[in-house]
């Protein structure tokens, strides 16, 4: 549900846009020189957080930076589309927002409606990890990402994610995952419980931190 609901909410920020595009001259210069250079900043800033896998310790600030590059990169790319030949560049509009549609960048739009907070759980070393629900078609397909965070001292409202494991609710009992220290200093262990209509045991898995 929380991918649909996604994704509607990107339909129309499109189509808001789309509209902004339509209507641009009639936007005060003050007002379009701002837009332009939010957009830049707020793309730049995502690009950052992605790249070096850094970002704040609220996964739903994390989701509004995102929306807002989102919405940045789609007004710039539909003010390219205002050049001429309109025909080419409409059509390169298109190519270019098509993506923004996939999987990839869905999910972590998603939580922004998880405005609940998500339990931070100690490791130790400066280490913590959230369990983090996800559904793509509803809950037949559904489970958890374990993300597992460093957080330094100096820096206490920034964290940088060191590794993930996705655990799906038809392997086991997605929703009990949790994460211990693993064998050695630069791993994790990752358990999910079965499920009580699977054998006992548990799905371990050891995720590599880096």
């Given at each position: 549900m929380d991918i649909q609901i996604t994704i509607a909410l990107l339909v129309l920020l499109t189509a808001g846009m789309v509209f902004l595009r339509m209507f641009w001259l009639r936007v005060p210069s003050p007002l379009r020189f701002l837009l332009i250079r939010t957009a830049v900043v707020m793309i730049f800033?995502?690009?950052?957080?992605?790249?070096?896998?850094?970002?704040?310790i609220s996964p739903q600030f994390n989701a509004i930076i995102n929306w807002l590059a989102i919405a940045g990169y789609e007004l710039l790319v539909l003010l390219l589309s205002r050049l001429s030949p309109k025909w080419l560049t409409c059509l390169s509009a298109a190519i270019l927002i098509t993506p923004l549609y996939s999987s990839s960048v869905l999910f972590p739009l998603a939580l922004v409606l998880h405005m609940e907070s998500i339990p931070r759980v100690p490791l130790g070393n400066h280490l913590y990890y959230k369990v983090v629900?996800?559904?793509?078609?509803?809950?037949?397909?559904?489970?958890?990402?374990?993300?597992?965070?460093?957080?330094?001292?100096?820096?206490?409202?920034?964290?940088?994610?060191?590794?993930?494991?996705?655990?799906?609710?038809?392997?086991?009992?997605?929703?009990?995952?949790?994460?211990?220290?693993?064998?050695?200093?630069?791993?994790?262990?990752?358990?999910c419980p079965h499920s009580p209509s699977q054998p006992a045991g548990s799905d371990d898995k050891i995720v590599r931190i880096h």
């Amino acid at each position: 549900m929380d991918i649909q609901i996604t994704i509607a909410l990107l339909v129309l920020l499109t189509a808001g846009m789309v509209f902004l595009r339509m209507f641009w001259l009639r936007v005060p210069s003050p007002l379009r020189f701002l837009l332009i250079r939010t957009a830049v900043v707020m793309i730049f800033v995502h690009l950052l957080f992605t790249v070096t896998k850094w970002g704040t310790i609220s996964p739903q600030f994390n989701a509004i930076i995102n929306w807002l590059a989102i919405a940045g990169y789609e007004l710039l790319v539909l003010l390219l589309s205002r050049l001429s030949p309109k025909w080419l560049t409409c059509l390169s509009a298109a190519i270019l927002i098509t993506p923004l549609y996939s999987s990839s960048v869905l999910f972590p739009l998603a939580l922004v409606l998880h405005m609940e907070s998500i339990p931070r759980v100690p490791l130790g070393n400066h280490l913590y990890y959230k369990v983090v629900p996800w559904s793509t078609n509803g809950p037949d397909n559904s489970g958890v990402d374990l993300n597992i965070f460093y957080a330094p001292s100096f820096a206490p409202f920034f964290s940088r994610r060191v590794g993930t494991q996705a655990f799906n609710k038809d392997a086991c009992k997605a929703s009990a995952a949790f994460a211990v220290p693993g064998p050695t200093a630069k791993s994790i262990l990752a358990r999910c419980p079965h499920s009580p209509s699977q054998p006992a045991g548990s799905d371990d898995k050891i995720v590599r931190i880096h």
